[in-house]
């Protein structure tokens, strides 16, 4: 093995989450959120959705959300990888 972070073979999948958050955020955010998709809903929510590589980048992601001063509405999984 050359790179600790390379991934075992078959397991190279990364786990897709939605957050979802009151208000709505242009999509000049995306780069604060680290290239998640930013979707402006009917309902007066921005959903994000991108890849999540561990539990520690979720709660980076996380910690932005609270640094935004954004109201956070739900966190849900996507798709899972089999890690």
Not at 41 to 47: F, H, K, P, S
Not at 66 to 78: E, R, Y
Request: aromatic letters at 6%; charged letters at 25%; proline letters at 2%.
């Amino acid at each position: 093995m050359k790179n600790g972070h390379v991934a075992p073979l078959g397991r190279g999948e990364l786990d897709t989450y939605e957050i979802r958050l009151q208000g709505q955020l242009d999509v000049c955010w995306t780069d604060w959120f680290d290239g998640f998709r930013l979707t402006e809903a009917n309902d007066g929510t921005t959903i994000l959705t991108g890849p999540v590589v561990d539990q520690a980048a979720l709660h980076g992601l996380l910690r932005r959300v609270a640094d935004l001063g954004a109201t956070l509405i739900s966190v849900n999984v996507l798709t899972r990888s089999d890690r």
